[in-house]
């Protein structure tokens, strides 16, 4: 793998160091940092509320009280009421299953093109490989979100398009990074050895070659878990994303923004959410980075990935 | 060669105004160089195969999206007409549309039609939509430009200092800042500011548009708050990666032996650092313009502005097709004359990428 050419490097001052202080023990593990273990809380605790959301939900998020209006937080409504006088803290836990599902499907939908995608084209890099790579570029011409919002508004405008055409957006980067860490190993001395000992192709390909650039991809899979969460947001405020009354994160946002006049407090639960998310998502995925040990040209990836929003 | 003219006025502010504080006169003498490689035969060569290298990528973007809008359930006309619209009504839309016609064909007509700037009629106000388009981009482009002089000014300032105290506190304060600024959602950072300076201090107009030619001074007040949540996202992933981009090239050997040779240190950073993270910082403000192009579909929609985003996500709405799928090409053309610019900057502050 390319990456232990940089593993030394990064991993020394952590390992290494106790390692030889003790040569006979297995080095002692640190305690993960307090601001990663908080986040894995958060995305795990919100993750089962949204799962057990008709258990903890404490009212119907549809149900309307309109003698009940926004109200301010109470005992009884724990985040207070909407406009319609729905209890915001229900409509925030069972709008989590849409966040949740949305995120999935459109790391889903990006992983399964986007690896065989980019794993075909840097094999075959001859052809197939120069042909899938225009495609990559080709989809890489569209900003993000308006290839997002045309591919939505054309198959029709709810939570399962809507995130499936983020993950087509997300593909081709998927399938470039992937390109790039199947080309670097396939004429190693490892695949070598292992076609020149009969392995058939499927097992060079699935043991040898596909492992290869999976350090990359997953380390830009939670980057794009986080952008996911945004977009999802924010189609759903657009109102491509689930359609209301349905509850969502970013729809209950649009909602909210619309009587910020007569209640500005209603905007500050479900965009502080989605904030909170996003930060624990991407806290995580420096954590996972940090431990993959991205070889140096990837390294700036983050951020650039951010871009997409 | 059109181009050239258009990247000597770029060249100016883009890599002037980060080095305009100290040394001037150095400045200029870098700028003659840069203006110098304008006409050179590697940039041109460059140009050249970029803009041939972007034509399959037109093609193929422009065959996508016309089978794209065609895949509409139904078609076009049901989506337009609704379910139950009669077969008459439909078949009369359909050829009016001209959908009735091979594929190949409608192709071809809309193509050629593209190419001579008509990218058909709005289903829905009947104009033509390269007439929307011209009317509609401006909008966009201005509140761009805005969010981008805000990173400009703000964001490339902070990274290289922070690049510069790598490590301190201060750089980790600014490290905590930006990945929040990261996590915060545009349209969340967009109703946070219309609530503060909008409606609770009374400062700014919270929401609508008026144009430039009509009002200058109105024009401004109103584009600062969207500039501003477009601004803000981007500065935190603009710091990030120019004080990235300096740490690098603060740590290499030339600039060991600027300073061993007594230069100050502001000339240091700001002459011959800054100028080999150039590059690096250019691809990042690539990304960065696409992605806020991308996101004027958000922040128009908040900030109520008549804008090219906002006029896509309401034919979205309104289905009107011809319009979508105008546009999308015209955001394709977009990025892909964004993407030359940063190639040909590049080129130019570092002719060795050129020669590649």
Redesign the interface.
């Known amino acids: 793998m390319r990456a232990t050419e940089h593993e030394p490097q990064l991993a020394e001052p952590e390992s290494a160091a106790p390692a030889s202080r003790h040569p006979g023990r297995r080095p002692v593990r640190r305690r993960p940092p307090a601001g990663l273990v908080v986040s894995i809380v958060v995305l795990g605790g919100l993750l089962l509320a949204a799962l057990l959301a008709p258990v903890l939900a404490p009212y119907n998020p549809l149900a309307q009280n309109l003698s009940h209006t926004k109200a301010p937080p109470s005992l009884a409504h724990l985040l207070g009421t909407d406009y319609y006088g729905r209890d915001v803290l229900s409509r925030l836990i069972w709008g989590g299953r849409s966040a949740y599902l949305g995120v999935l499907i459109s790391l889903a939908v990006a992983l399964v093109l986007g690896v065989p995608w980019g794993v075909a084209a840097g094999y075959w890099p001859r052809w197939t490989g120069a042909v899938l790579m225009?495609?990559a570029?080709?989809l890489l011409?569209?900003?993000?979100?308006?290839?997002a919002?045309?591919?939505?508004?054309?198959?029709?405008p709810n939570l399962y398009t809507s995130m499936t055409s983020v993950g087509v957006v997300f593909a081709p980067v998927i399938a470039r990074l992937a390109r790039v860490g199947v080309l670097e190993v396939k004429d190693r001395e490892f695949v070598l050895a292992a076609r020149l000992s009969g392995c058939t192709k499927r097992v060079i390909m699935l043991r040898h070659v596909v492992p290869a650039p999976l350090g990359p991809v997953v380390v830009q899979a939670t980057i794009f878990a986080?952008l996911a969460f945004?977009i999802e947001?924010?189609l759903s405020?657009?109102?491509?994303g689930v359609q209301p009354p349905a509850p969502s994160w970013?729809g209950d946002?649009a909602i909210a923004?619309q009587y910020?006049?007569s209640s500005?407090g209603q905007?500050i639960a479900p965009?502080?959410l989605?904030?909170?998310v996003?930060?624990c998502v991407?806290r995580v995925g420096d954590a996972l980075r940090a431990r993959i040990a991205m070889p140096k040209l990837t390294?700036?990836r983050p951020?650039?990935a951010?871009?997409?929003? | 060669m059109t181009l050239h003219a258009d990247m000597a006025a770029e060249a100016g502010p883009g890599s002037g105004s980060p080095a305009a504080g100290p040394g001037t006169a150095a400045d200029q003498t870098a700028l003659h160089l840069w203006a110098g490689r304008l006409g050179t035969p590697a940039l041109r060569r460059l140009a050249v195969r970029r803009v041939v290298l972007a034509i399959p990528t037109v093609v193929l973007a422009s065959i996508g999206i016309f089978l794209l809008i065609r895949m509409v359930p139904g078609g076009p006309a049901i989506g337009i007409l609704g379910v139950h619209a009669s077969a008459p009504a439909i078949a009369a839309l359909n050829h009016e549309l001209g959908l009735d016609q091979p594929l190949v064909t409608q192709y071809w007509h809309w193509l050629t039609e593209a190419l001579r700037g008509n990218l058909g009629q709005s289903l829905q106000t009947q104009e033509p939509v390269t007439h929307m388009v011209a009317q509609s981009f401006p909008v966009s482009a201005e509140l761009v430009g805005l969010a981008l002089l805000f990173t400009v000014i703000v964001a490339v300032p902070v990274g290289v200092v922070a690049a510069q105290h790598a490590g301190s506190r201060l750089d980790r304060v600014l490290s905590t800042v930006s990945g929040g600024g990261l996590a915060i959602p545009d349209f969340f950072l967009a109703i946070i500011l219309i609530a503060i300076f909008g409606i609770a201090a009374h400062l700014l107009p919270e929401l609508g548009f008026v144009p430039f030619t009509q009002d200058p001074a109105a024009n401004l007040q109103h584009m600062i708050l969207p500039a501003l949540s477009m601004g803000l996202g981007a500065s935190a992933i603009i710091v990030r990666q120019v004080r990235a981009a300096m740490a690098d090239s603060l740590s290499s050997s030339y600039v060991r032996t600027a300073r061993a040779m007594g230069l100050t240190e502001r000339a240091v950073v700001w002459r011959y650092a800054l100028r080999t993270a150039l590059p690096t910082i250019l691809n990042v403000y690539g990304l960065v313009i696409i992605g806020m192009f991308g996101a004027t579909l958000i922040i128009e929609e908040v900030f109520v502005l008549p804008g090219m985003g906002n006029a896509l996500i309401n034919a979205i709405g309104v289905r009107d097709y011809t319009f979508v799928q105008g546009v999308t090409m015209a955001y394709v053309a977009l990025v892909l004359v964004i993407n030359l610019l940063v190639d040909l900057l590049v080129a130019l502050v570092s002719p060795r990428l050129a020669e590649q």
């Open positions: 225009r495609l570029d080709t011409a569209f900003p993000a979100l308006v290839l919002v045309v591919i939505t508004g054309v198959l029709g986080g945004i947001g924010g405020f657009l109102g491509l970013g946002l923004y910020i006049l500005p905007v965009g502080v989605i904030a909170v996003v930060l991407y390294e700036h951020e650039t951010g871009i997409m929003t």
